[in-house]
Every structure is written in C-alpha cells, then in structure tokens.
C-alpha cells in the first residue's frame, strides 16, 4: 500500500532535541545544538580561539565559523519572503552564512529573467539582499554580497570601448623575405574584436628579423637586436617599409581594444555589464562608484555594516584574444624596470594563451618575468588592494580567489582579509599551501575554500565525496568552507525539485550541488555543519605552526606544481610546508628569532629554495631577495637550496653588474653553517636532518597521514587526516593503523586530548608514551577520516580524569578514560595486563563476550520522492518492505530509481548473561549517503561519516534490542526517469544501507 504525503521543498526537518537543552547539554547527549541555542552562541561573533578551550567551545562552536553556502540567486528574480525562509533553513540546519552570487547558467531564454526590471543590481535585488541581511542579522548569520554579478567582476555603465573596461592587445603580423618591399595596410589583429568592441587603437608597428635557432615549436624565433619600431612611418593606415636584404623578417602591429568580456552566463543587468580592467584604478573606480551611486542606499549601509560580511570576488578569468593589458602598462614596466616595454613585446605578446615570438631563452624568460611582475604589481596595488580598502570604509571584508592571471597570488594573498582557493580548479593541495603562505605570514586567520563542484555531479554528490575533498584542504591550509551550493527556490524554466543555478548545463547534468531543504540529505546536514564547524573550530584558533617555508620566485597557484622532495617524500614522512614570494619578505613578520622565521607564526624552522617550476627549474633569485635569504640565515635560519645557486641568475633582465653582485651574496650565503646546498633532490631531507631540523610529526615510514598543526595559549592541536594531495590521485588511499609522534610547544605539562569533530567530546587520550616535549599514540584511520588530538594541560576541556595515570601498553584492544577513571575494552573475555605511566602493571579479567551478531532481516519503510504539483514540491511514496539481505536500493525491486529516506528496522537479542560490563559497537559497513541510528527508540547522535561504526553500548540491554538505521540518498535515480532528457545518461547509483552491518559486542572494565 502506498501512502502519499505532499510537502514543499522537501521533507520537513527532524528535531533532535527539545529547544529547552543548553548547547552544553546538547553537547554531552552526542547531539548538534538546537538552532536556538545555536542562534545566541552565534549572534556575537567571536575568533575561534576567544572562549577559551572548554567543553562547549568545541562541542557548539559559534555561527562565525561554520560552514557557509554559496547562494546563486536569478539575478533579482527574488521575493523577500522566499529569501527570508532560506536564511532559516540555512540557519536550522547548523549553518553560518551565504554568500548571495548571481549565478544563472541552467536557464537558457535569459530574456525570461526580465533583466530590465529585475537584473542584478535592481531595485528587486536590493530588496532581497536587504531581507537576507535582516534575517540574518535575527539568526546570527553572516552574509557575504559579489561584487558583481556572476564573474569577473563587472558593472552595468560601462562599455567596452571605456578606459575602465577589461583590455586586450592584440597583434598582426605579416612575413617578408629579406630585401623585399611591403606596401599595405598596418598589419590587422589576428582576431577580430569580441562583439560591441567598436575602437581599437594603433600602439606600434615593429620589423624584426626571423632567428631559427630561437624558434620553438611553438614560437619564431627573433633577433632582439634587429627590432625596429616604424610606427613613426605609418601614414592613415598605410605602411610601406623594405626589409634588409640579410635573413628573412616580420611585420608586427600591436593594437590596444577593449577585450568586449562579460560577466558568465549573462546578461545579468540592463544595459549589460562588461568586466573592468583588473589592472587600473580606473577599472576599480567602475565598480566602487556604481555601488557608491546605484546600490547602497542608507538602509542598505547600515545593514551592512551591521553585518559585517564580506565582499567576494571569484577567480580572475579574463578572456582574452591576445595579452591582457592596461593603457599605463608600457610606463609602469618602465618605472619598474627602468627599460622600456615596446621593443620587448613580441616576447609577451599571445595568441589565445600561446606565445608567439621568442628571442633568445634566457631572455625571453626575464623579459616575461618583468612583464607578468609589472602586470601583478598593478592587479595587487589598484585591485586587490583598493577594493580592500573600500570595503573596509563600508564595515565589510575582502574574500576572494586571486588567481586565473599569471600573478603573484602569494602576494594577493597577503593582502586580502580572506583568500580563497576552490576544490575544483586546485590540482593538488600545493596550490592551498601557496594561499596559506601569504595569509600566514600577513598574520591573517582564515583560508576559505570553494567546496564541493564537481563536472557532471548535480544532484548524484554525496556528502561523503565533499568530506574526501575537504579532508587534505584542512591539512593544507584551509580553514572555511564555502560550499558550491544553495540555489533559491525556482527561477523561469526551472523544474522539480527547483532551480538549479548550474544544472541543466548544455543539456547535461551540470557541477554540482544544490543543497538545501530539496535534498534527502538535508535532514542530516547539521549533522555535516556541525563537523565541519568543529574542524574550523580549532584550524582557526591561535596561530599556525609549519616545519618549512619554500621559496617561490614566482607566486602562482591553481598550477598543481609543488615542492621537490617535500610534496613527494615529505609530506609522507610527516613535514609540513608553506610557499612564500619575494614581497612578503617585506612585511613585519619576516624576521627571525630563535632559529625561526617568523617566530610569532607560522615559525618555519628552515627555508627551502630551488630552481624556478614556472621557468625551466632555473637557478634563480632577484638580488633583493637573495639580500634578505642572507639576512635570515646569518640570524640563524637553516636554509636548504637545491641546484645550481653558485652560479644563479636574476628572474629578470638584469642591470649591469647585477648578476655579479647576485653571485656574490650567494657566495656569502653558501658559506655560512646555517646553510646547506644540494644538488640531489634526494638529499634534502638528510640536508635538514644535518642542520638538526626535524617536523612536528612523526611517523616511522611514509603514510598517506597528513596534518596541520596550531598553537594558543593553552593548547597545541594537532588535525590529521589519512587523505590524498589531489582528488584525483590513483590508487585510492587504503587505511592505516600506525604510531605517530607529536610535538607539544607548550612545555613539559601537558596531556593529549581526543576531539571528535563529528559528537563535540574531547576526551584525554588512555593509551600513550611521553619523552620530553613529544608524545606517541596509536592512530587508526580509514580513507578520508580525520582525528584531532590537542596537547594541553590536565584537566582543559574539564574533565575528571587530568591528573590520573595513564596506560603506556596494554594486551587489551583499548584503553580508554571513562568517567569512572581508566578503563580497558577488548572483544573477548579473558586476562589483560596494562601497563601505568607511574610503572606499575594493573592485570584486569573481562567477563566472556557474545559472539559479533549479524541481523538476517531487516524491515525496510521508504519514503520515495516524486515531483509535486509545482517545481519546489515534493511527493513522497511510502513503500515497506521486508529485506533478507541488505542489497543498494538500484538491486531492489521497487526501488531501483528511488530516492529518499529510507529507515531500516531489525531486532537482535542479547543472552542472558550481558552486564554492565558489556557494550557493543555497530558497524554499518557501507552506507550511502547519510545517516543516523537509534537503539531501543534512543538517538546515538551524529556519527563519522568515513567510519560508520557508532558505540551503542550504553543503550543495550539483555533480551531483545531494537535497531533502526536511517539513510537518506541523492536524488539522481529518481530525475532519472522524471528528466531523462537531462539525467537518463547517469549510470544507476548504488545507494541505500549495504552492510554487512554488525554488532561487535565487547566488554569493559575500569582499573
């Protein structure tokens, strides 16, 4: 019999607890907090580390570092009622905030969104964010605004003919044998200029003879000395010019037109937006001004600076034809260089990203390293830096992802209040440590994080596959999660469950997700938001502790390019590191003491510097930098170089005698104790070894273990996590189970603590050694799974149990505090003998244990999800069945396109014999996607997703036990077959409870 129930947007929410429990109570029930108390401890935001380490600062950490969404609105195609219900369910399910982004790309007729009366920046758009700020303000959550909508960045006003609009300079080019005489036209561009691009301008016209020992594969080569500048010979547009008779040559024009970019996706406004130039003040003044003039309203000030959000800006892809530029370009490269840029352009000049001339190698290297300098002097100094600076005015931060050019986003890093990478575009986790450099050594928290897009995985992610993501992007750096993402209700074409910003996308399921109230999942998503929220928790409290800073010559990230022997070998065997660029050897924190750069933190306890990833692996270093890398290492900074660096050379073009003066201070500095060079890439960690340089962690052979490491004042914690450098990385990581050593800095009183993210209880570790100012403890991980230990003084997190001996060996399976003091636990019945950190050994007879149960039969109710009479509306089937074995709904019969709930129900007895003594744990084996378990009608709280196995101990009883497993899965078998022209090509996905589930008894006992 089938049972219908309509509801709008998705099941409604479970309630976990009577609104009446303290976040503390909540806390030590194993539940999230209940959104009221969770709203109170979120009003006022905090720094992570300003409670002090008590239970419930773990345990109910506040809305200011939870997780965010990014919330992708129809440009103003918004009603404030619907917006304000969003921040509620955001809000409801553990959240902190949203970013509101114009994101449109599933709808195709763009004329549906009636750009003219509701486009981004209308006074409908307005009116929404004015009730999403006002709601939020009632929640306790943050809001962050784009600056403009979709990406890059741009404002409605400006044409592509403006000076502050994106610029290209484009480039013809014509051959001519030697001797021959061209009478013609300028050479034209070689692509014709994007739509509504109607000026461009002449800059130069150059000859240049053709060099074949220069030419690449790509590239013609050029005699730098046979550039002749005939602009001056150009008549109208006629040039007539003979070529020497020697070799053969080239005509190039350089024309400088707006780029004629818009903003993805669009038109998002009436008249349409076009990007800005990213490199001038003029540029940065478009945007500033419009919301200056055309958005903020008093009301709307005010809330903002109530709110204290953030502005966002996405990652800077400039689309261009040929280079991107800026009309200042040739005199700021001049100011910087003291030479001038024309006769060097054929060396930078591009083609759809591909260069086209090439002097001499060596050359062409520092010419584009001035150039691309210049170029991110420029972005950093009128954009980044001036958009901060604005926002500030307005009572609001700058995030943004500062990269997509080639420019320093170590540097832009720096300089932001919150920079961010992405899960998608970042190849490993080396393109995060590149961030983390430069908000560390600027003194800045926090490293966000775009997480959770994936190509093709609308409505098909798990929450699951995000926590794999995010599991290394922690140990890397990250400290924030925004996620990609919530989409508002409906939009014009949108159908069931509701619009979806990128799905369709060109017909296809599109990047995933849209989260929220539509999703099964959702009804456990404060169960990930409360996670997550731990994790940031602590990743953003006190201030970063990294074994090694690795010197960058040139500051790009979303390259995947890493560190020799460290990303490889190191960071296996337990080191951690940083990049870092030239200008930030200029800010404050670059001085050392005590051996240590930047000792207030990160405290890098050695440099490392090699050959230049981006160029060939040359030896290079600018004769500024190389001054201050000596500077550090007569103050006692280990330096490791790898290479050549005895006979360096400058990244750029150098002045006379510069090069020289670079060998020289290398000289100096190689002779010095604190530093060792290699020419093995092998060596280096002997090279540390040898300078007495050792990482915080420790493990005995290489692990897929990795780990961050903070320190406040009363606590070092430790994040570790058995995850993968990149998400694509093959063959899947395995578990491990292994000893790890950890590095207390706080002295010789302290004892580790075990934080689980996943319930909030921090408890002291039973089973450890000590020698000095190290400890040693077992870790056991499986794939993506984190642990948190903190080494802190007895009795932090106020438990009972600070000052009492600890185990330091046992034959016992565990052992473990309790609140009845040490306790050891094993699976079967028998005689163990432990050993005290006091040195006496305690002998402990456990009573017999059951054997492990597996339940034969299963009754399964499924609440099946269907479209409802509108696009945000759900149906629900309910279907029960009875299940002999546990199989993924697609091999069930009625189930195979299902999505839903479903709630597993089964009874196993316990003999008669079972006592206080005995527990037992339940392991789910697989399950997919979320879930929850009750024992005898009683909740055993949020459970780690990456080891599903819950202790149901003290909710047993001898006799018959009930067990219900709830699981909630994605929605993609059911838009299977409701959009196959969409979905019809995703493979069925195995979801639902597949076991083998099993209840492990044990029995335990207190010392």
Not at 623 to 638: H, I, M, Q, T
């Amino acid at each position: 019999m089938h049972e219908f129930v309509s509801q709008r947007g998705g099941m409604s929410r479970r309630t976990v607890l009577a609104t009446a429990v303290t976040v503390g109570a909540a806390a030590a029930l194993g539940a999230t907090a209940p959104a009221a108390a969770l709203d109170r401890a979120g009003a006022a935001p905090d720094r992570a580390d300003a409670a002090g380490h008590t239970a419930d600062w773990f345990a109910a950490p506040g809305r200011s570092v939870r997780p965010k969404f990014r919330w992708w609105w129809p440009d103003g195609l918004v009603d404030p009622d619907e917006i304000a219900r969003e921040i509620d369910q955001i809000a409801d399910a553990g959240f902190g905030g949203a970013e509101i982004a114009a994101v449109h790309h599933s709808i195709r007729d763009k004329s549906l969104l009636d750009t003219a009366r509701y486009g981004w920046g209308s006074g409908p758009w307005r009116d929404g964010v004015e009730a999403a700020l006002r709601r939020a303000a009632r929640r306790g959550l943050t809001v962050d605004i784009s600056l403009g909508p979709s990406w890059p960045t741009a404002v409605p006003g400006v044409t592509p003919d403006d000076a502050a609009a994106a610029q290209e300079l484009a480039y013809g080019r014509v051959s001519l044998a030697g001797g021959a005489t061209y009478r013609g036209p300028v050479p034209p561009p070689a692509h014709r200029a994007a739509s509504g691009v109607t000026g461009e301008r002449l800059l130069a016209v150059q000859a240049a003879r053709v060099e074949t020992a220069h030419s690449t594969r790509k590239e013609t080569g050029l005699a730098l000395d046979s550039v002749r500048d005939l602009t001056g010979t150009v008549t109208g547009n006629t040039l007539t010019w003979t070529a020497p008779a020697e070799g053969d040559w080239v005509l190039i024009s350089y024309w400088q037109r707006g780029s004629g970019q818009q903003p993805e996706s669009g038109p998002h406004t009436a008249p349409a937006a076009y990007v800005v130039d990213h490199l001038s003040a003029a540029g940065t003044s478009a945007v500033t001004d419009f919301w200056e003039h055309r958005i903020l309203t008093g009301s709307l000030r005010r809330l903002l600076r109530a709110a204290g959000g953030a502005f966002f800006e996405d990652s800077v892809e400039l689309e261009t034809e040929g280079l991107v530029w800026t009309r200042r370009l040739p005199e700021e490269f001049e100011k910087r260089t003291g030479r001038a840029l024309l006769p060097l352009l054929p060396a930078v000049v591009l083609d759809d990203s591909n260069q086209v001339f090439a002097f001499d190698a060596q050359l062409t290297r520092q010419i584009r390293h001035d150039f691309w300098a210049t170029v991110s002097d420029l972005f950093n100094r009128h954009h980044v830096r001036a958009l901060r600076d604005w926002a500030h005015t307005l009572g609001m931060t700058l995030r943004a992802q500062p990269y997509g050019l080639q420019t320093d986003s170590i540097a832009s890093a720096a300089l932001l209040d919150i920079a961010e990478g992405e899960s998608l575009g970042f190849k490993n986790l080396d393109d995060y440590r590149c961030l983390a450099g430069g908000r560390d050594m600027a003194g800045r928290t926090v490293l966000s994080c775009e997480s959770g897009a994936y190509n093709g995985a609308a409505y098909s992610t798990t929450w699951d596959r995000v926590l794999r993501t995010m599991g290394g992007a922690y140990a890397a750096g990250v400290n924030q999660t925004v996620l990609h993402g919530f989409s508002y209700a409906k939009a014009p074409e949108s159908q069931w469950p509701g619009f979806a910003a990128f799905s369709p996308y060109n017909g296809t399921p599109g990047y995933s997700e849209s989260w929220g109230p539509r999703q099964p999942t959702w009804r456990h998503a404060e169960d990930v938001a409360g996670y997550l929220g731990r994790v940031h928790q602590v990743l953003q409290a006190g201030t970063v502790r990294v074994d090694v800073a690795v010197f960058r010559q040139t500051g790009y990230s979303a390259t995947g390019i890493g560190a020799s022997w460290f990303t490889s070998t190191g960071v296996p065997l337990g080191w951690t590191h940083q990049f870092l660029s030239g200008p930030l050897l200029d800010l404050p924190n670059a001085r050392v003491a005590g051996g240590r750069l930047a000792p207030d933190g990160p405290a890098y306890k050695a440099l490392f510097v090699e050959g230049d990833f981006f160029h060939g692996s040359t030896p290079t270093l600018a004769l500024d930098d190389a001054r201050k890398l000596l500077r550090f290492a007569e103050a006692g900074l280990p330096t490791v170089l790898l290479g050549g660096f005895d006979q360096a050379l400058t990244p750029g073009v150098p002045a006379p005698g510069e090069t020289e003066r670079l060998r020289d201070v290398l000289d100096r500095l190689l002779a010095l104790p604190t530093v060792v060079r290699v020419t093995d890439k092998a060596a280096v960690g002997d090279a540390l070894t040898a300078l007495g340089v050792t990482p915080d962690v420790r493990h005995s052979s290489a692990s897929t273990l990795l780990n961050a490491h903070r320190v406040t004042e009363e606590a070092d914690f430790y994040y570790l996590c058995n995850g993968k450098h990149a998400e694509t990385v093959k063959p899947p990581v395995a578990a491990i189970d292994h000893d790890v050593t950890l590095r207390c800095t706080r002295g010789r009183e302290f004892v580790p603590y075990l934080l689980d993210p996943w319930t909030g209880r921090a408890e002291r570790a039973g089973r450890y050694t000590r020698r000095g100012d190290e400890v040693t403890l077992r870790l056991a991980l499986r794939p993506g799974q984190t642990a948190i230990v903190a080494l802190g003084r007895p009795g932090l997190f106020g438990d009972r149990n600070g000052n009492r001996p600890h185990a330091v060996s046992s034959d016992a399976d565990e052992v473990l505090f309790t609140a009845d003091g040490l306790a050891v636990r094993a699976a079967a019945g028998g005689t163990y003998r432990t050993r005290l950190s006091q040195g006496r050994t305690v002998t402990t007879t456990l009573p017999a244990v059951p054997a492990a149960i597996e339940p034969g039969r299963w009754h399964l109710e499924v609440d099946d999800w269907f479209p409802g009479p509108d696009a945000t509306r759900t149906e629900t089937v309910r279907r029960n069945l009875v299940l002999d074995a546990l199989l993924p709904w697609s091999r069930i019969p009625g189930l195979a396109d299902s999505a839903g709930v479903g709630r597993y129900r089964t009874t196993v007895v316990l003999p008669d014999h079972w006592s206080p003594a005995h527990g037992a744990l339940l392991d789910l084996g697989q399950v997919s996607d979320t879930f929850r378990v009750t024992v005898n009608g009683r909740d055993t709280g949020p459970a780690d997703r990456m080891r599903p196995v819950v202790d149901v101990g003290p909710l047993l009883r001898r006799g018959e036990n009930t067990i219900e497993i709830e699981v909630a899965t994605p929605l993609v078998n059911r838009l299977r077959t409701t959009r196959p022209e969409v979905f019809g090509s995703v493979a069925r996905q195995d979801h639902g409870l597949v076991g083998p589930v099993r209840l492990v008894p044990y029995a335990q006992s207190t010392l």
